[in-house]
């Protein structure tokens, strides 16, 4: 007795009259006649009911076969679908059931019965597929065998401009014996999207270089990049040029052609190629179709994932080169988080201020504290405005107390990143010393002044001239003649040359002087002798030997050179009044002096420049006229050698950013600004073709004693790394939202369908106990998909939207936690979870689904990675401002190397743990997140012999005020 037999026999007119009005309402019976419905559903459910009570025999196998291909033929010649055909056997496989659902158990049909109406059912969707597709079931496992063989054969990464014919030619070797052709050629697009590429050939080593074909052209490859369907080329011989365009394919008669077209954007062409002319039948093209959109998934994969990692290494380098540039620069730079008001302080900060790292305080008011109080309140009003405002960036300077308390001066930039909304979340910025920049330009501003005063003293002198001999000159000489002879000289002015007077007197001044010859003297006393114009030589300087054969050495002089007229003193030549040791001549020396310091200093800024890899410039706004050093000119392109004005260095800026630098400058050089200029732009591409470069300047700009700019001085960067850097990152956010997308929509709902249909399932009695675990089974692993589905979404608000949303409220955490823990217990009634609470009950402001989402990610943890034979503690507790909730385990310790980055995205603890518990390794970055969003920290400890222990730490008061920051 077959108990599925007879019920099919018994109740054949119940099954035919609802299977009519099950499918009344499809689409695809639309128009039909009920005979057309039915066709031949009697005749197929006997020999259903035949096989199952008799076995598969020949004659019966034959006769289902005639009546699912007559049914199937009919199917095709109305135009449904093979979806279409598919579901009726489906309906089929679910009204049968239905028939004992009412029935005693002892009644109902056992396993194998169900097994045997099944596998006839299925076999019957198998032969729908061959009939509407033309493949059969050998044709399908020779497919899977070749798309395993790609996998095994797809490259991991493809890194952009890399040499692809090593890693792709395998791949399309495959095809070409899979589809049994002579050779193939692969071809990608540009980033342009029009100029295709050969890549990966399999008659050459390395594709023959410079060709490529217009992928919107006449040829065959320019059809074949346009349509939808596979094209075929029957005979490609003798054809002309323009028909082969961009392909190398001698020995090629037929050919067969087919996009790649992953996301709806061109990727490339696919040709295939036969050495005889043959016609291609459709299940060739399908076949192609199959590969060629399994090879188009694999290439879009291994280039996404070389373009992460192209631009992770860009990436890293930038933060190098900026690492170095501000050790370079002896800057301390900061990051300060605006939503927890944490503040990260650079290792320079020991160099530049004398406080550890360690030493600096967590928080901003650390810094906001050691401002000097004549310059805090005005420093907290700029930088708070500039946060809550819409300006990029901030600068001030203020006296800044270091660790041993002296007031230092600092000069402090700050760059704000805002949110979507333009809220502040982020500001990093870099603290430098400019104490001895200030001090050095109050002494030459001090100097400047000493030198007028000496001159105007110089001058006074020059006019009264028996006023200046009066007060002692150190020396005195007369000169006459064109050949400047030695009239008359004092012994003063005869120590200072070092000669003997009767060495000196009567004789021409170079015989005497020789070592002076070259310096300029003869061709000075030359010209106020036919001039008669008086000169002032102010701090002159000489090279003389002080005794006749010694060595020379430098003297600075004030010099008086009088012409004296033989009407009014009896006498052509020059008196000469001199003074070697003066104040100006002092001033002189210390201005050396300083000169100096401020070479070394400026020696220091060129290393700095280097090292940041930084340009400069300096332009004088009255005339246009720039200096601009190599880097800068190379940078902005500008010519290597040659003088450059300001309206000629424009002119290299891209067009669409030139408005955009202009008004920066405008507004640097507003009268009554504060002169600071800062734009980013791109320099205009090279004749060459090389893409333009961007630039990052900044600037400042000197006002005169008018309030006129009359001075614009800056350093140039080169950011096209940075950039680049963001549009990948942007690219890569793009791609996430895009995964979120798939995530909320297209996977949860099959799940929630899965885990409604379990639930059902499991609401029925008649289920046996292997049944019951299968569908446990399901139930289990859907509610993990769901979790990490969660867990996805939670992580990819948190890092899009600048951490995870709370909503607080009045909560007594006791209960809340208790009711965790009692839920974890009914989940894992075999481990022993221990639960720690205190008498008194805690209440707060949290938010109770992120407070049980945290617990919950905990406790999983801690079961997860503790040997089922030890305990698991939560204990919850208050200390001063704040309550601790701790989740301990044992078991072996978390490893060493994993510990630093434990709640980081994407870990996991020890790999030996069973798959059958694996997530996406978030759990724990997202107990940080609603952590952090709370205001609280969460710490962790592992040792061998104590365990492993997370501690939460939450504000106690003031939360829901955290939680909105």
Not at 163 to 182: M, N, S, W, Y
Not at 481 to 491: F, S, T
Not at 639 to 667: I, N, W, Y
Not at 809 to 823: F, M, N, W
Request: hydrophobic share 40%.
């Amino acid at each position: 007795m077959n108990l599925i037999a007879d019920f099919i026999e018994a109740n054949l007119d119940v099954l035919v009259r609802r299977f009519a009005e099950a499918t009344r309402g499809l689409e695809s019976t639309q128009g039909l006649k009920p005979s057309e419905i039915l066709s031949t559903l009697p005749e197929y459910l006997h020999a259903v009911a035949a096989i199952c009570r008799h076995g598969a025999t020949p004659e019966q196998l034959e006769t289902r076969a005639r009546l699912e291909e007559a049914h199937i033929h009919l199917r095709l010649r109305v135009g449904a679908t093979q979806e279409d055909a598919t579901d009726e056997y489906t309906l089929l496989g679910r009204l049968i059931p239905q028939l004992w659902e009412d029935v005693r158990p002892e009644h109902k049909p056992g396993a194998a019965d169900l097994q045997c109406l099944f596998q006839q059912l299925e076999e019957a969707m198998d032969h729908v597929v061959v009939l509407f597709s033309g493949q059969s079931l050998e044709d399908r496992q020779r497919e899977k065998r070749f798309l395993h063989q790609m996998d095994a054969l797809a490259p991991r990464s493809l890194e952009p401009g890399a040499d692809l014919q090593g890693p792709l030619k395998p791949l399309v070797e495959l095809i070409v014996r899979a589809l049994g052709a002579t050779g193939a050629e692969l071809f990608l697009v540009d980033e342009g999207g029009r100029r295709m590429v050969p890549v990966a050939h399999t008659e050459h080593r390395v594709p023959p270089p410079g060709r490529w074909v217009d992928s919107r052209g006449p040829s065959f490859l320019g059809q074949v990049a346009r349509s939808e369907e596979p094209r075929v080329l029957a005979q490609a011989r003798g054809l002309e040029d323009a028909a082969l365009d961009g392909l190398h394919v001698p020995g090629w008669s037929t050919l067969l052609g087919l996009r790649l077209w992953p996301h709806g954007d061109l990727m490339g062409v696919l040709c295939v190629g036969f050495a005889e002319a043959r016609p291609v039948p459709p299940r060739a093209k399908r076949f192609l179709e199959t590969l060629v959109e399994y090879l188009a998934g694999i290439l879009d994969r291994a280039l996404l994932t070389g373009q992460l990692r192209e631009t992770a290494t860009r990436l890293e380098a930038s933060e190098s080169r900026y690492r170095l540039a501000s050790q370079a620069a002896a800057d301390t730079v900061w990051d300060w988080n605006l939503l927890t008001q944490e503040v990260a302080w650079s290792g320079e900060t020991r160099r530049l201020l004398g406080f550890a790292p360690e030493e600096t305080g967590p928080l901003a008011n650390w810094w906001v504290e050691r401002i000097h109080p004549e310059d805090r309140g005005r420093v907290a009003r700029g930088i708070h405005a500039a946060i809550q405002g819409t300006q990029a960036r901030w600068q001030d300077e203020y006296r800044f107390f270091n660790r041993e308390g002296d007031a230092v001066r600092v000069l402090d930039t700050g760059v704000i990143l805002r949110d979507a909304t333009g809220r502040g979340v982020r500001m990093v910025g870099a603290m430098q010393d400019v104490s001895l920049q200030r001090e050095e330009e109050s002494g030459r501003a001090r100097l400047l002044l000493e030198a007028r005063t000496a001159r105007v003293q110089a001058d006074t002198a020059l006019g009264h001239l028996h006023v200046l001999l009066q007060k002692a000159p150190v020396a005195l000489a007369i000169l006459r003649g064109p050949e400047h002879v030695v009239e008359l000289a004092n012994d003063c002015v005869c120590q200072l040359w070092g000669r003997a007077s009767d060495q000196v007197l009567g004789r021409p001044l170079f015989n005497v002087l020789t070592e002076v010859k070259g310096q300029g003297f003869r061709e000075l006393l030359d010209n106020v002798l036919t001039t008669g114009n008086p000169y002032v030589g102010h701090e002159h300087h000489a090279r003389l030997a002080r005794a006749p054969g010694g060595a020379l050495e430098d003297t600075y002089f004030n010099f008086v050179y009088q012409p004296l007229h033989e009407a009014e003193v009896g006498l052509q030549g020059i008196l000469i009044v001199a003074s070697e040791v003066t104040e100006a001549v002092r001033a002189r020396q210390r201005a050396e002096g300083l000169a100096g310091t401020l070479h070394a200093s400026e020696e220091r800024l060129r290393l700095a420049l280097d090292a940041a890899d930084m340009g400069c410039w300096d332009i004088e706004l009255t005339t246009g006229r720039g200096t601009w050093d190599a880097r800068f000119r190379a940078m902005l392109g500008l010519p290597a050698q040659g003088e450059v004005t300001l309206d000629e260095a424009m002119r290299f800026v891209l067009e669409e950013d030139r408005s955009k630098v202009e008004q920066a400058m405008a507004e640097a050089a507003r009268p009554g600004g504060s002169g600071e200029y800062a734009c980013e732009f791109r320099a205009r591409a090279a004749r060459g073709g090389q893409p333009g470069r961007w630039l990052s300047g900044r600037g400042h700009v000197h006002f005169g004693p008018d309030g006129r700019p009359v001075r614009f001085v800056g350093t140039g960067l080169d950011v096209t790394d940075r950039k680049l850097a963001e549009e990948a990152a942007r690219q890569r956010a793009e791609f996430e939202q895009y995964l979120v997308g798939i995530v909320s929509h297209d996977l949860r709902n099959p799940l929630n369908s899965i885990m409604l249909g379990t639930a059902s399932l499991l609401r029925r009695e008649e289920l046996s106990e292997r049944e019951t675990k299968a569908v446990l089974r399901i139930q289990a692993s859907a509610e993990r998909a769901v979790r990490m589905i969660r867990d996805l979404l939670d992580f990819t608000q948190a890092r899009l939207g600048g951490g995870l949303p709370v909503h607080c409220q009045d909560l007594e955490l006791g209960a809340l936690v208790h009711q965790v823990v009692e839920e974890a217990r009914m989940s894992a009634p075999e481990r022993d979870i221990a639960l720690s609470l205190p008498q008194a009950g805690l209440r707060g402001c949290w938010d109770p689904d992120r407070v049980t989402q945290l617990l919950i990610n905990l406790l999983g943890n801690a079961l997860k990675y503790s040997p089922e034979d030890t305990p698991v503690a939560v204990r919850l507790r208050e200390v001063p401002g704040s309550v601790l909730l701790e989740v301990h385990n044992g078991g072996a310790p978390i490893a060493s190397d994993v510990l630093p980055r434990i709640f980081q995205p994407m870990q996991r603890g020890a790999p030996g743990v069973d798959a059958a518990t694996r997530s996406v390794g978030l759990g724990l970055y997202i107990v940080r997140t609603i952590v952090q969003a709370h205001g609280g920290t969460i710490d962790v400890t592992s040792t061998r012999e104590a365990g492993t222990t997370f501690t939460v730490r939450l504000p106690h008061v003031d939360a829901k005020q955290a939680a909105g920051t």
